[in-house]
C-alpha cells in the first residue's frame, strides 16, 4: 500500500539514510524529511534528498506549528529527530530536553489528529548507568568480554535485553527517550495507535560525521583518514571499553521487514542493534582502521571516564529477530571500509567538518 510517510530528523544521519533507502525501494511512496538543519553536515544530504524525490521541509519538532496535520497529513511518521549526545544532557540540556521529549510529543499530537503510524528510534541508553557498570566481565588482550553469569536479570554474554531493570539514572538524554517511550504507549492506548519502538544501539555507516560524543566508528575512519590524533578516553586509556555496532543499512532492512509486519507487532519495544557477532573495542577499530586506510596516527590515553560512560554494552536483539525474522548482514570490516569509501570519494565535501 502507497504510504506517505514524514521522516523527523530527515536530513540527519539516520533520517537521510531511512529516506534514500525506502525511496529507492518504494518509489511510488511520498515522503518528506523534515529538518531543523542544526547539526553541521546534514545540509549535505540535501541535494540527495531532492534527487531521489523527497520533499524537504525546514522545521523543527520542538514548533508545533511545523508540524500541521493539514500541511504534513502523513500515513506513517518515522521519529528519527533528536539531540543524540550523552554529554550535551551534563552541560546545558535545554535544547536536549526540548528536541528529544517536547518534539516527541508534538509528532505524537501529529499522530493523534491524522492517525499516522508512529515508529521511534529510542536508544539502549534508556539502561541505567550504574547497572551497566556493574556487569560482570573479563579483560582480554584486546577487549572487555561480558560473562554468561550477571547480576541483573535481562544481562548475558549475548547483551542486554529489553527486560533489563529500568529503576536508575541513565543520563538526561537516556532518559527523554525513557519519557517518549511511555508517553508513546500512553498515546497509543488512548487514541488507537499502531506504534513501535526500536531502541537502537550505536548506528554507523556513510554520511555520517561523527564526533567524540556521538558516531564513534564514523570519527574514527575519519581520524585515520586526515591523519589526525585520537585518544582511548577512559578506563586506564587502553581502548578496550567495547560496543556493538549496527549498518544503517541493516537497520533499512529491519524497519522495511516491520513495515510489513506492523499490524503483528505493534505496540512492541526491541532492543536493536549488531548483537554479540557485531562487537568491537575501540583498540580493535584502530587496527582495522589501520588496514583499511594505510594510515597509522598518534593515540594517547586518557585514564579518566566521562560522565556517563560504561565500559561495554552488547545489544541483545534476539527478540526483534525473533519476532521479525530479520539478522545484520554487515560485519565491522565492511562498515569501515564502506565509511573509508564514501570519505575518499566526498572528501573536498566533508573535510571541514572532520578537521
Known amino acids: 500500500m502507497s504510504q506517505r510517510v514524514l521522516i523527523t530528523g530527515g536530513a540527519g544521519f539516520v533520517g537521510s539514510s531511512l529516506g534514500l533507502g525506502l525511496a529507492k525501494r518504494h518509489p511510488d511512496w511520498q515522503i518528506i524529511a523534515l529538518d531543523n538543519l542544526k547539526r553541521r553536515g546534514s545540509e549535505l544530504n540535501l541535494p540527495r534528498l531532492k534527487q531521489a524525490g523527497i520533499e524537504f521541509v525546514h522545521g523543527d519538532v ?3 506549528e511545523d508540524l500541521e496535520a493539514q500541511v504534513l497529513d502523513p500515513t506513517l511518521i518515522l521519529e528519527c529527530s533528536a539531540e543524540p549526545s550523552v554529554l550535551a544532557g551534563y552541560g546545558s540540556p535545554g535544547y536536549l530536553l526540548q528536541t528529544n521529549l517536547v518534539g516527541t510529543i508534538n509528532c505524537l499530537e501529529l499522530a493523534r489528529e491524522t492517525q499516522a503510524d508512529f515508529l521511534f528510534l529510542s536508544t539502549s541508553r534508556v539502561y541505567p548507568i550504574a547497572y551497566l557498570s556493574q556487569l560482570n566481565y573479563v579483560e582480554t588482550e584486546t577487549r572487555f568480554q561480558l560473562l554468561d553469569e550477571q547480576p541483573f536479570p535481562g544481562a548475558s554474554q549475548a547483551g542486554i535485553a529489553e527486560d533489563f531493570p529500568l529503576d536508575r539514572a541513565r543520563s538526561l538524554y537516556g532518559t527523554t527517550k525513557l519519557a517518549s517511550e511511555l508517553l508513546i504507549a500512553e498515546y497509543a492506548d488512548a487514541y488507537n495507535l499502531r506504534t513501535l519502538v526500536n531502541r537502537c544501539g550505536v548506528l554507523t555507516g556513510p554520511w555520517q560525521m561523527g564526533k567524540v560524543d556521538r558516531g564513534v566508528f564514523a570519527l574514527w575512519v575519519a581520524r585515520h583518514f586526515f591523519q ?39 505496540g512492541e519495544t526491541f532492543n536493536v542493534g549488531g548483537g554479540s557477532q557485531n562487537q568491537v573495542s575501540l583498540y580493535e577499530t584502530t587496527q582495522i582502521c589501520r588496514e583499511v586506510t594505510g594510515n597509522s596516527i598518534e593515540i594517547s ?23 521479525t525474522g530479520w539478522q545484520p548482514q554487515r560485519d565491522i570490516r565492511v562498515t569501515l571500509t564502506e565509511i573509508y569509501d564514501w570519505m575518499a570519494s566526498e572528501t573536498g565535501k566533508i573535510r571541514e567538518i572532520f578537521l
Open 62 to 64: 520542538r514548533n508545533p
Open 228 to 266: 589526525k590524533p585520537l585518544k582511548y578516553i577512559g578506563y586506564g586509556g587502553t581502548g578496550k571499553q567495547v560496543r556493538d555496532f549496527l549498518h544503517v543499512a541493516d537497520l533499512l532492512d529491519l524497519i522495511e521487514l516491520q513495515l510489513q509486519q506492523f499490524e503483528e507487532i505493534q
Open 301 to 323: 590515553p586518557v585514564p579518566e571516564n566521562r560522565p556517563g560512560d560504561v565500559p561495554i554494552f552488547i545489544t541483545d536483539s534476539r527478540k526483534v529477530m525473533a519476532r
